[in-house]
């Protein structure tokens, strides 16, 4: 690749000559401008920028000529150019008609500055979403009351459309962690109850963990995860695309036609997926019980009638409509809060899974203290 | 014989059994624009990345300054992308760095150019595509559409590119918009001397700024020339799209502009 140099000598009269040639060009101007910068001129010594050997020149290799020949002259002494073709003068006349300085980033506020405006931003989006998951709970509501009033109004459809695809399949995946975590509890709940040789509370271990919390919050996060994320995605990707705003123009409304099939679906298809992992979470516990500590099945299964009573179950059960109604609302609400760029889909929706796991969770708290209140 | 700085010979793209372009030969001289149009779903936005390599061909023969893309190692292929520019429909910025960063980029990773420096040559570029100094600081989303264009523009000018690639610059701009943009097209080929390969459906586009236009239909070039040659052809799609009721109202006015672009 050809080279770009500058080469300075005393020229004729006391002047400074600086001859440059080769190729001024976008590749070379990295070395030629730590050149120009080490260069300075002494006070008063007129300055000729010599560009008759120059072969290539672009805006780049312009620009730096142009500001050294500015340097110079800011600094009171008389600097010139000589050997210009017309395209070089073109060149260079363009570039000193475009010199101007430009913001390059944002200003930056002081660091401590910063992390205060970051707090307060934060504490004031936190308590916006909370106003606007109120609002929302309330409309949703609302709505619901009215479809309940005239449930020709219920979209049968996607409410089957989405059951199929948040409850159905889910199932393996749902299964598969439940089935693990019953393994993992009963090898675990073994080695530490062995020691005192109360080995076959292991199956109590089991089955009031995974029937009372383990089960339906392990679902839980599985379908955060899995369909919040997917409902926010797709009602983000309808207003990105001005669906929701045609669809309100058409005189649809966007809370009943894609919010309340899918929080309804959810609400529906969470309890049944929490049955399906109690199942499998306690079959888990028995294989593994059976092949580990020698607890045949028929033991394993008389054990547990003993060790649960049905509440252990229902307490499991009962927080799953809540948990799902939770999801599926901060979900869609994510959703519909997606401006009108691709980039803010992919917030909303980590945002829904992140509020939605956590919600779940601080329920689940709250349920723990009811039924200890109520005493199940 | 000029000069070709594109040569694309016996090109044939297809997706799975949809052939798109079959034999289909080109040659972009150096220093003009090239304007492509042709009807939807003919393949000139397929043209223009199988041309940059976004797309591989089916068969032919693809030369960009006198490098067959094909044949090339990956050092001869980046040498050849530093050459040129791309400004893709919606200007494509980053949408995580401010506009002078976008312009930045390239000049960070290919030229290892000093921070100092490159924040100097994008201040010359904002300026230079006709952006007020402000605009340097903002991010992508924060500008309007034909903002976001200029921008664009200014990143595909950053390594002073000898050719341009534009797909469908004046799209989604208000007429006003996109004349100020033509014009700023015409302005930087005159005075930097490029070359414009142009994926366009902007009759004003055409008349006013345009050395020559390649029609593209029945999956080839059909025809290229001057506009004048379009206006005489016979085929009826041309007759249709040079002549129809929108092409009347899109007046010669490429003298006008060359003057004022020279001025």
Redesign the interface.
């Known amino acids: 690749m050809a080279e770009g140099w500058l080469k300075s000598a005393a020229g004729e009269g006391g002047t400074m000559l600086l001859q440059a040639g080769g190729h001024w060009?976008?590749?070379n101007?990295?070395r030629l401008?730590?050149q120009l910068r080490d260069l300075t001129p002494t006070d008063d010594m007129p300055v000729v920028l010599d560009l008759g050997a120059v072969e290539r020149l672009?805006?780049?290799g312009a620009?730096l000529l142009y500001?050294t020949l500015k340097t110079c002259r800011a600094g009171g002494g008389r600097a010139d150019f000589a050997g210009l073709t017309p395209?070089y003068q073109?060149?260079l006349e363009?570039?000193a008609a475009?010199?101007?300085?430009?913001?390059?980033?944002?200003?930056h506020p002081a660091a401590l500055l910063a992390v205060l405006e970051r707090l307060g931003r934060g504490a004031v989006d936190v308590g916006e979403e909370a106003k606007q998951q109120v609002a929302f709970l309330g409309l949703l509501l609302v709505c619901l009351a009215g479809s309940l009033r005239h449930p020709s109004r219920l979209r049968l459809v996607p409410l089957v459309y989405h059951m199929e695809k948040v409850g159905f399949n889910a199932l393996p995946i749902v299964g598969l962690i439940s089935f693990l975590i019953g393994v993992v509890l009963a090898y675990q709940g073994a080695t530490q109850l062995q020691r005192f040789g109360a080995e076959i509370f292991v199956v109590n271990l089991i089955a009031v963990s995974v029937l009372r919390e383990i089960a339906i919050l392990l679902t839980a996060i599985v379908v955060a995860g899995r369909s919040g994320s997917a409902f926010t995605a797709e009602i983000g990707s309808m207003v990105v695309n001005e669906e929701v705003d045609a669809m309100r123009t058409l005189g649809l409304d966007p809370m009943e036609v894609l919010v309340l099939p899918r929080v309804l679906a959810l609400v529906i298809t969470l309890p049944l997926l929490a049955f399906f992992a109690d199942m499998l979470g306690l079959f888990g516990g028995m294989l593994m019980c059976w092949l580990a500590l020698d607890i045949s099945p028929g033991l394993y299964l008389e054990r547990l009638q003993d060790a649960v009573s049905l509440w252990s179950f229902w307490v499991g059960i009962i927080k799953a409509p809540f948990f799902a109604f939770l999801i599926a609302m901060v979900g869609c609400l994510e959703g519909l809060r997606v401006t009108r760029?691709a980039?803010s889909v992919g917030q909303q929706t980590t945002r829904s899974v992140v509020t939605g796991i956590f919600l779940v969770i601080v329920v689940d708290a709250m349920f723990s203290i009811f039924f200890a209140a109520v005493g199940v | 014989m000029e000069d070709a700085i594109i040569r694309v010979q016996g090109l044939r793209t297809q997706f799975g059994d949809q052939v798109i372009h079959d034999n289909l030969d080109l040659e972009v001289r150096r220093g003009e624009i090239l304007g492509i149009v042709g009807g939807s779903g003919t393949g000139k936005s397929v043209l223009l990345r199988t041309i940059i390599g976004l797309n591989r061909p089916a068969a032919g023969r693809i030369e960009v300054f006198g490098q067959d893309l094909g044949q090339a190692t990956p050092e001869e292929r980046l040498a050849v992308e530093q050459r040129w520019g791309v400004l893709f429909q919606d200007g494509a910025l980053f949408s995580s760095l401010t506009v002078a960063q976008n312009i930045e980029v390239p000049m960070k990773e290919h030229l290892g150019m000093p921070a100092r420096l490159r924040d100097e040559i994008a201040a010359l570029k904002i300026a230079m595509v006709g952006l007020p100094p402000e605009a340097g600081s903002k991010y992508p989303s924060e500008l309007s559409g034909g903002m976001r264009k200029r921008a664009g523009l200014a990143r595909s000018l950053a390594l002073d590119p000898d050719l341009i690639f534009l797909d469908e610059p004046t799209a989604g701009l208000d007429p006003i918009g996109a004349a100020n943009f033509d014009q700023l097209i015409r302005r930087l080929q005159v005075n930097l001397g490029l070359t414009v390969f142009m994926v366009t459906h902007d009759l004003d586009s055409l008349h006013a700024i345009c050395d020559r236009i390649a029609v593209l239909a029945e999956k080839r070039v059909m025809v290229i020339g001057t506009m004048a040659d379009m206006l005489r052809h016979e085929h009826p799609w041309l007759q249709e799209y040079f002549h129809g009721p929108r092409a009347r109202a899109a007046q010669p006015q490429k003298e006008e502009l060359l003057e004022e672009a020279s001025t």
């Open positions: 060009d976008a590749r101007v990295t401008d730590l672009d805006t780049a620009w500001r395209a073109t060149m363009q570039v475009n010199d101007q300085p430009a913001e390059i980033e944002p200003p760029s980039e």
